[in-house]
């Protein structure tokens, strides 16, 4: 029982023309023109292989196998259609594409499962237009509040709810997803430990936790001229300083431990001004959550001690935080046993960016499939993943679904 991988191949060239931009990207923002039509391809597909097809009040969108039991709680394989601004076309669409490919096969093979699989599409998984993030996902977790999620605004001050409403995609409370036996996120890696290894197959132990963590330096704003250098209270040259603490710090977290600093405003910011506030965040992630928080307490601590030595104020602000997400053990066996059917090499690895499978694995089992992304290039034009790695991603992955949803056949493994 295999997948036709050129059936996948087709709808990922139909559906990257959807948003498609001039150099080969997509721009697919959340409840866009570009999502509507987006949505509508998926759904058509959805149609033509008899799923029944139903949307939530978030907009997102189920297509549904029945199974021999409906009242079993189904499986649910999916993923996201919405992309960054100048974004890549592989990236949460392979994980929509690939389970529609392998409900195609158990049809042709006149094969019924004994438990329901769904296939998803969640609402605004980004985060780019509309704040938060994975906002699909999180409603249906519990872990964000539909009327906050509703009032949203972008940068226009349209809401989320009247976007939702006005590319018809406003659906039903009693439509939501609130059980399941499991779900399976299968996506690239975005990173480029697959590639680096020459590996086709990421079994994704869980996803890492974060802190993102403002820090503000004040000191003193003086002209360049006439203020020698020991007199000086330079919250930009003291936050040199903590960058490079701060990147030394993260390999002494772990082997996982990650610190990213991501943005620095500086003022008054004049090339003749000795820069007297300073703002810079950090992004702290690690799989074990004990960790993180003891790493943000000494973080700051070697901080403060900087800013004492370099004489300019300090204080912190947590802007998020995010516990790390462990995923089913029982899930990755079974990804462990279809790696070892076929012989294909794989790694065992965590995600270090954040996916549905975060606010899923609240609901039920969860896990993921990665595959790789070539140079660890993504949310870019340029990214891309090698149609033999993504084949074997979907052999993997019908492996895992025929077991799991207990589909009985002829076929042997």
Same mark, same amino acid.
């Given at each position: 029982?295999?997948?036709?991988?050129?059936?996948?191949?087709?709808?990922?060239?139909?559906?990257?023309?959807?948003?498609?931009?001039?150099?080969?990207?997509?721009?697919?923002?959340?409840?866009?023109?570009?999502?509507?039509?987006?949505?509508?391809?998926?759904?058509?597909?959805?149609?033509?292989?008899?799923?029944?097809?139903?949307?939530?009040?978030?907009?997102?969108?189920?297509?549904?196998?029945?199974?021999?039991?409906?009242?079993?709680?189904?499986?649910?394989?999916?993923?996201?259609?919405?992309?960054?601004?100048?974004?890549?076309?592989?990236?949460?669409?392979?994980?929509?594409?690939?389970?529609?490919?392998?409900?195609?096969?158990?049809?042709?093979?006149?094969?019924?499962?004994?438990?329901?699989?769904?296939?998803?599409?969640?609402?605004?998984?980004?985060?780019?237009?509309?704040?938060?993030?994975?906002?699909?996902?999180?409603?249906?977790?519990?872990?964000?509040?539909? $009327?906050?999620?509703?009032?949203? =605004?972008?940068?226009?001050? +349209?809401?989320? *709810? &009247?976007? #939702?409403?006005? @590319?018809?995609?406003?659906?039903?409370?009693?439509?939501?997803?609130?059980?399941?036996?499991?779900?399976?996120?299968?996506?690239?890696?975005?990173?480029?430990?697959?590639?680096?290894?020459?590996?086709?197959?990421?079994?994704?132990?869980?996803?890492?936790?974060?802190?993102?963590?403002?820090?503000?330096?004040?000191?003193?704003?003086?002209?360049?001229?006439?203020?020698?250098?020991?007199?000086?209270?330079?919250?930009?040259?003291?936050?040199?300083?903590?960058?490079?603490?701060?990147?030394?710090?993260?390999?002494?977290?772990?082997?996982?431990?990650?610190?990213?600093?991501?943005?620095?405003?500086?003022?008054?910011?004049?090339?003749?001004?000795?820069?007297?506030?300073?703002?810079?965040?950090?992004?702290?992630? $690690?799989?074990?959550?004990?960790? =993180?928080?003891?790493?943000? +307490?000494?973080? *700051? &601590?070697? #901080?403060?001690? @900087?800013?004492?030595?370099?004489?300019?104020?300090?204080?912190?602000?947590?802007?998020?935080?995010?516990?790390?997400?462990?995923?089913?053990?029982?899930?990755?066996?079974?990804?462990?046993?279809?790696?070892?059917?076929?012989?294909?090499?794989?790694?065992?690895?965590?995600?270090?960016?954040?996916?549905?499978?975060?606010?899923?694995?609240?609901?039920?089992?969860?896990?993921?499939?990665?595959?790789?992304?070539?140079?660890?290039?993504?949310?870019?034009?340029?990214?891309?993943?090698?149609?033999?790695?993504?084949?074997?991603?979907?052999?993997?992955?019908?492996?895992?679904?025929?077991?799991?949803?207990?589909?009985?056949?002829?076929?042997?493994?």
């Amino acid at each position: 029982m295999v997948v036709d991988i050129n059936n996948v191949i087709k709808k990922l060239n139909l559906m990257a023309k959807v948003g498609g931009t001039l150099d080969g990207g997509i721009s697919r923002l959340a409840l866009s023109e570009a999502d509507k039509q987006a949505r509508d391809l998926l759904v058509s597909w959805m149609k033509e292989l008899d799923l029944l097809v139903s949307i939530d009040d978030v907009g997102n969108i189920y297509g549904r196998m029945e199974g021999k039991n409906p009242d079993a709680n189904p499986l649910v394989l999916g993923s996201h259609l919405d992309s960054l601004e100048n974004s890549g076309i592989y990236d949460g669409i392979l994980g929509i594409l690939i389970p529609l490919e392998i409900i195609r096969v158990f049809k042709e093979k006149s094969l019924i499962p004994e438990k329901p699989i769904i296939v998803g599409n969640f609402t605004n998984e980004e985060g780019f237009r509309f704040k938060p993030l994975m906002s699909g996902s999180g409603v249906l977790s519990g872990d964000f509040d539909i $009327e906050s999620v509703y009032k949203e =605004r972008d940068s226009d001050g +349209k809401s989320f *709810k &009247e976007e #939702l409403e006005k @590319i018809g995609y406003l659906g039903a409370r009693e439509n939501r997803l609130d059980k399941a036996e499991a779900f399976i996120e299968l996506h690239q890696e975005q990173g480029p430990i697959l590639d680096l290894k020459k590996t086709p197959i990421g079994v994704v132990e869980g996803i890492l936790g974060l802190t993102w963590l403002t820090v503000t330096l004040e000191g003193r704003t003086d002209n360049s001229g006439p203020t020698p250098m020991y007199a000086r209270q330079d919250t930009l040259t003291t936050a040199a300083k903590m960058i490079t603490f701060a990147e030394e710090f993260a390999s002494e977290i772990s082997e996982h431990g990650i610190i990213t600093v991501g943005q620095i405003i500086n003022e008054p910011n004049n090339i003749n001004a000795v820069p007297g506030l300073t703002k810079l965040t950090l992004d702290i992630r $690690e799989i074990n959550d004990e960790l =993180r928080i003891d790493a943000v +307490k000494e973080l *700051k &601590e070697k #901080l403060r001690e @900087i800013a004492v030595d370099s004489k300019v104020k300090i204080s912190f602000e947590i802007d998020w935080e995010l516990n790390s997400t462990i995923f089913s053990s029982e899930l990755n066996e079974a990804v462990r046993n279809a790696v070892d059917y076929y012989e294909y090499p794989s790694k065992e690895m965590v995600s270090g960016a954040g996916h549905i499978s975060t606010y899923m694995n609240n609901i039920c089992p969860t896990t993921m499939i990665f595959v790789p992304s070539i140079n660890g290039i993504s949310h870019s034009p340029a990214e891309k993943t090698e149609w033999e790695d993504i084949e074997k991603s979907a052999e993997v992955l019908i492996y895992v679904v025929k077991k799991i949803a207990k589909a009985e056949s002829k076929v042997t493994f």
